[in-house]
């Protein structure tokens, strides 16, 4: 479906089929004319990406809370399609787990096929932006906190949604997140490190970007544990609201087989981030990034 500048584009189940459809006030419109209200829609991931890409550590105000530092360019984690989710889907939290975390954040969505660009040319290869929430499963951190597999790649843990907007400047953006409509994630792209140009560029030095691949791009501070029940909203200047529920899984983690969750420091004080109660004290066991303080005896 051709788009102008400033349309934004949703993916939805119409009539029980993927349908895409743009965006006009509070009624979506496909191609053949037929309209659905915003509040009757069933969404679906605004793209089909290839791959979820993510970014560990972006902006100063989450490096702050855990009193790190940044290394001189980026590191990235990757999670599995499976984890895709949409606007209103529900984010499972597994029976037998409780460290479930929000992070709210800007998504890249590619809109060519990328390799070996300068970040000066990777507008070119941008198709424009939408919302996630790069949910967090800490309780298996203990064991994959390398990969961050099981941690961030578990099923429905990456929300991404309502709607594609084309060229949105992401240049000084609010983004906050709510939990049951009290904010805790407020903060600006200003404050972000490397900005969406550099972080394409940068992946696509080595791995092929295809259409519709996407990159979460870093969360603010104060990123903290959900409970089944709880609502939560990512709101991003200029994107919209992405908007998600969170619910115990049917089934608890089995036992029989693999590491089980955790409790551990390194799970508690992830977790917790500001919140941990020796944060400023010692470091975490397994900390990515070199901390700037000094263990106090």
């Not at 191609?31 to 069933?42: Q, Y």
């Not at 992401?170 to 792209?189: A, C, H, P, S, W």
């Not at 394409?200 to 519709?212: F, M, N, S, W």
């Not at 029940?229 to 983690?253: C, H, K, W, Y």
Request: charged share 25%.
């Amino acid at each position: 479906m051709p788009v102008s500048k400033n349309v934004e584009t949703r993916r939805i189940l119409l009539d029980g089929y993927p349908a895409e459809v743009v965006r006009h006030g509070d009624v979506l419109v496909a191609g053949d004319g037929r309209e659905v209200a915003i509040a009757d829609a069933t969404h679906l991931a605004p793209v089909e990406p290839t791959k979820i890409i993510a970014v560990h550590l972006n902006f100063q105000s989450r490096t702050d809370e855990f009193m790190t530092k940044l290394p001189p360019a980026p590191t990235y984690f990757h999670k599995p399609i499976t984890a895709l989710n949409s606007h209103h889907g529900d984010v499972v939290r597994p029976q037998g787990c409780k460290w479930l975390n929000y992070e709210g954040e800007i998504v890249i969505v590619i809109g060519r096929t990328c390799r070996n660009i300068s970040p000066k040319d990777a507008a070119d290869y941008i198709a424009g932006y939408t919302i996630g929430n790069d949910y967090g499963l800490h309780d298996f951190r203990d064991t994959d906190a390398g990969s961050m597999l099981r941690v961030k790649g578990s099923d429905t843990l990456a929300p991404v949604g309502p709607g594609l907007v084309r060229n949105w400047d992401f240049r000084n953006k609010q983004i906050r997140t709510l939990v049951n409509g009290v904010v805790k994630q407020d903060d600006n792209t200003k404050n972000m490190e490397w900005d969406m140009h550099y972080l394409v560029a940068d992946i696509a030095r080595t791995i092929t970007l295809v259409p519709g691949d996407i990159l979460f791009s870093g969360t603010p501070a104060f990123s903290r544990p959900v409970q089944p029940g709880d609502l939560v909203e990512v709101e991003v200047e200029g994107l919209g609201m992405l908007s998600n529920r969170i619910v115990e899984g049917p089934t608890p983690i089995r036992t029989d087989v693999g590491a089980q969750p955790t409790e551990s420091e390194e799970v508690i004080s992830t977790a917790l981030g500001g919140d941990w109660e020796f944060r400023g004290i010692r470091t975490p066991s397994k900390d990515l990034y070199p901390s700037r303080i000094e263990e106090k005896k």
